[in-house]
């Protein structure tokens, strides 16, 4: 609200109160602490009040002969209430209105709607995904009357219908709401849905010959404030109340959309968008809520490994730090080179400088992602952190731009030793013959790849999923990754394995969590003065950005 904005006198359930001029009745109802049911109403999309569960009672105040509000004993407008009710969610708020949100006549409105409503809705509950986060189970609850007169046979509508890819419609629990529909056509730039046929027989569907493909389409699962549609992926996998929730970023991309992962017994079953108008608004791509089934392959990295002679072997963590420790020590600084990730949380990065400037190392860079950006959403730096590589000075100013020259010296044999993290090298730009010919080839990551398969040791970290840890947005946003399950077997948080590493070098340094690095970092980084992990908070923090954003300019629209 802008200081400037006008503040309207409205009457809410009899007590008065002030909103800025503009806000919709629905909204001032919530702010004031009274609830509005409602289904086809989001905040996001435009208002065409069709489904009427926002019926409340309104009045406008009762004029004199002289044309002024006539006022009561309190001094306040006397309300001249309208005898039919109206909705909530599609008019603003005016000077005076009054508002009643729970008379008998709302009441018997929302026992009313909820019995049309319910006419044609199969009594899916027991097998429906959304059950546990139905609004058509809630209201119900609420504000039905717990009975239907309905005699008659159901419609029956198409069931099971794949509307797109990643969705899955059941048209018989449609309440022909249209936010799918909207969102399609207002937020995805997709006008792909419609409604088709007449009354009672009006069902959801896509314009003929087309599909539900849009990379927002699952967007509109979580809109769907009932079961219509699904999301192909998660159906039938889980029950929405056995689900931890963790709040947390997508790593897929460098607009890092905020997100809650929902797991169970440490298996992650889905993620979906958490609102941060300075990121994402309610938002995510299907491309980055998917991504994430990787994290419960079976392929993972559990026990680090070693090579000896030919072959890798599982060994301890000691050992394997050790043998890594004992790798690096044998080669001069310009004879080894990092090639660090742009998937690297901030504190990750930062231990990789630290052990860059202890063994003097001359070389490193991250592997440049990219792909094409969709003006929506979706950024064409796919390394998440590019911003955070960039500024802590793991990244050239042109991320990727000394791999050339690094590749080069591999081949011509004046590069001994590679440190890689989280990057496959051969994905990277070197064949299987450039890697063989390392004398030491040390690799953090969490799935077999390529090359890891030359490693002289193999060190198996943890997803973005099982981290804790910080990144920078492309737009400057430092946010926090949140540990969601646990890396499976032996496997370690990667920030501890570039610690130990790091200590062998230069001594204790006082780290012993990653609330320390963060300190060590905040201090060092002008940037992040006065920061810590938990000072970030849930929707991030802006950073003071020039210098960082120089790294990486994009925009990234909303
Ligand atoms: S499918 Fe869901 S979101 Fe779309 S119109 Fe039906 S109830 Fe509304
Ligand atoms: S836009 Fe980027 S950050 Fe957002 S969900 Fe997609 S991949 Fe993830
Ligand atoms: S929420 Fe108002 S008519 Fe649907």
Known sequence: MSASAELLNVQIDGVWHQFPKGTRVIEACSKAGKFVPHYCYHPKLSSPGNCRMCLIEMGMPKLGPDRKPETGEDGKPTINWIPRPQISCAQDIAEGMGVRTDSPLVRECRHGVMEFLLINHPLDCPICDQAGECQLQEFSVQYGTGGSRFLEEKVKKPKRVELGPRVTLDDERCILCSRCIRFMKEVAKDDVLGFASRGSHTYLTAHPGRKLDSNYSLNTVDICPVGALTDTDFRFKMRVWFLKETKSICTSCATGCNTIIGTRENVIYRQTPRENNSV??????DYGRHNFHYVNS????????????????DASWTTAIARAVDDLRRFKGDEIAVIASGKMTNEELWLTKQLIEALGIKYRDIVPRVGESDDILLSSYRNPNIVGAHLLGVAQDEPGSLLPEIFRRVQTGSIKAVL??????????????DVEKLEAFIAIDILPNRTSAYATTLLPGYSSAEKRGSMINIKGRLQRLNRAVRGPGESRDDWEILRDLLQKFTGSNGIYLIEDVFKQMAEAIPQLHGLSLSKIRDLGTQLETNDVETGAPENVHV
């Open 280 to 285: 994402n608004s309610s938002w995510m791509c």
């Open 298 to 313: 079976p392929e993972r990295l559990t026990k680090p490994r070693v090579r000896l002679g030919s072959a890798q072997e």
């Open 420 to 433: 890689a993290l989280n990057e496959d090298l051969m994905n990277a730009g070197l064949s299987t013959a």
